[in-house]
């Protein structure tokens, strides 16, 4: 039996979807104002292959009830950790007590498990805060500060998950920026580089932030959603670590680029320092007018590169690879236009 948190959440469905597409049994921690969505989202899946109890990762018994805790307890082999606040203008204190806090917790109910297999810890690569240059997957605390609260309680987070590893078995799975699916282009997520997209649309982006000539690592949530039900059962993975990334990422001009010309409007003609940008967005009238929110400025000049030799040779097997985003980028595009 699988226990999720995170459910009904943009890559908690889709992964839902596809334990229960491999024969497994899941167990979906929820919020009781989620319930409705959530039962939505498992109605045309096969009977009895979902189930769904409230309870509250701030929580230290994680809201269970004694009886439902103590039959988890039994019945639960692996868990899948991805409930966070995934908001780079998370205050501080609700980041603590979210990603840091809830993490806590859900380690000390695994640390209860008598079946435990493997808890698989969802993480982000922006734990990397302000370093610059390559991030290899088995580093994580090199003194780096960080562009937000959020990265920084991810990366507090991971050192919980790290420390108990003696005694929770657990993967830890980075994933880099995530956009819709590869094949459908299909998101319920419309920020990140969406809002990029939108400003483009609007033929806003005349000139482009920064020099552009940074990596923007973008992965489609098909690929994160296989890395994450076949890695952890892949045997001598238990322990490590996994950034799930594009090997080979396009720059942000080079995605602006591509993007312009799926929309027919003009390149970029030059480019402006990152700093006009930041005084811009500190207008609230600037912000409504673009849809550009003042935390993603640091991303478009952030020269870091993701090393993922870790996720490479686990799917070296599997026919598992990070498609190139050439490839699916007309499908996001699609998907998002129809739906504007």
Same mark, same amino acid.
């Given at each position: 039996?699988?226990?999720?948190?995170?459910?009904?959440?943009?890559?908690?469905?889709?992964?839902? @979807?596809?334990?229960?597409?491999?024969?497994?049994?899941?167990?979906?921690?929820?919020?009781?104002?989620?319930?409705?969505?959530?039962?939505?989202?498992?109605?045309?899946?096969?009977?009895?292959?979902?189930?769904?109890?409230?309870?509250?990762?701030? #929580?230290?018994?994680?809201? +269970? #009830?004694?009886?439902?805790?103590?039959?988890?307890?039994?019945?639960?082999?692996?868990?899948?950790?991805?409930?966070?606040?995934?908001?780079?203008?998370?205050?501080?204190?609700?980041?603590?007590?979210?990603?840091?806090?809830?993490?806590?917790?859900?380690?000390?109910?695994?640390?209860?498990?008598?079946?435990?297999?493997?808890?698989?810890?969802?993480?982000?690569?922006?734990?990397?805060?302000?370093?610059?240059?390559?991030?290899?997957?088995?580093?994580?605390?090199?003194? @780096?500060?960080?562009?937000?609260?959020?990265?920084?309680?991810?990366?507090?987070?991971?050192?919980?998950?790290?420390?108990?590893?003696?005694?929770?078995?657990?993967?830890?799975?980075?994933?880099?920026?995530?956009?819709?699916?590869?094949?459908?282009?299909?998101? #319920?997520?419309? #920020?990140?580089?969406?809002?990029?997209?939108?400003?483009?649309?609007?033929?806003?982006?005349?000139?482009?932030?920064?020099?552009?000539?940074?990596?923007?690592?973008?992965?489609?949530?098909?690929?994160?959603?296989?890395?994450?039900?076949?890695?952890?059962?892949?045997?001598?993975?238990?322990?490590?670590?996994?950034?799930?990334?594009?090997?080979?990422? +396009?720059?942000?001009?080079?995605?602006?680029?591509?993007?312009?010309?799926?929309?027919?409007?003009?390149?970029?003609?030059?480019?402006?320092?990152?700093?006009?940008?930041?005084?811009?967005?500190?207008?609230?009238?600037?912000?409504?007018?673009?849809?550009?929110?003042?935390?993603?400025?640091?991303?478009?000049?952030?020269?870091?590169?993701?090393?993922?030799?870790?996720?490479?040779?686990?799917?070296?097997?599997?026919?598992?690879?990070?498609?190139?985003?050439?490839?699916?980028?007309?499908?996001?595009?699609?998907?998002?236009?129809?739906?504007?």
């Amino acid at each position: 039996m699988v226990f999720v948190t995170g459910y009904p959440g943009f890559i908690g469905k889709r992964l839902v @979807q596809q334990l229960v597409s491999r024969g497994r049994t899941v167990v979906c921690l929820i919020e009781e104002r989620f319930r409705d969505a959530a039962t939505a989202h498992m109605a045309p899946l096969p009977a009895g292959s979902v189930r769904l109890v409230a309870g509250d990762i701030t #929580d230290s018994a994680l809201g +269970l #009830d004694p009886k439902t805790r103590n039959s988890l307890r039994k019945s639960v082999t692996d868990v899948y950790h991805l409930a966070a606040i995934y908001n780079l203008s998370v205050p501080a204190e609700v980041g603590e007590r979210i990603n840091v806090g809830g993490t806590a917790h859900v380690l000390d109910f695994c640390a209860s498990l008598s079946k435990l297999h493997c808890l698989s810890y969802v993480s982000t690569c922006y734990v990397s805060g302000d370093r610059t240059g390559l991030v290899f997957e088995d580093e994580l605390d090199k003194g @780096q500060g960080f562009k937000n609260h959020y990265e920084e309680t991810k990366f507090r987070a991971e050192v919980l998950v790290r420390e108990r590893l003696g005694e929770v078995p657990a993967v830890i799975l980075r994933p880099a920026i995530v956009v819709g699916d590869s094949r459908t282009g299909e998101t #319920d997520k419309f #920020d990140g580089p969406y809002v990029t997209f939108a400003a483009i649309r609007k033929g806003l982006m005349l000139l482009t932030p920064g020099s552009g000539e940074v990596p923007l690592n973008l992965v489609p949530v098909d690929f994160v959603i296989d890395c994450m039900v076949t890695i952890p059962e892949i045997e001598g993975t238990i322990g490590k670590t996994f950034q799930l990334a594009d090997p080979d990422p +396009l720059t942000v001009i080079e995605v602006v680029r591509l993007a312009c010309d799926r929309f027919g409007v003009r390149r970029p003609m030059a480019s402006y320092p990152l700093w006009m940008l930041e005084a811009a967005l500190s207008l609230r009238s600037v912000r409504e007018l673009v849809g550009v929110p003042q935390q993603t400025v640091a991303y478009f000049n952030h020269a870091v590169v993701y090393d993922s030799k870790n996720t490479q040779d686990a799917l070296r097997g599997t026919s598992i690879r990070c498609p190139l985003l050439k490839s699916y980028l007309n499908n996001i595009l699609r998907f998002y236009l129809n739906l504007k």
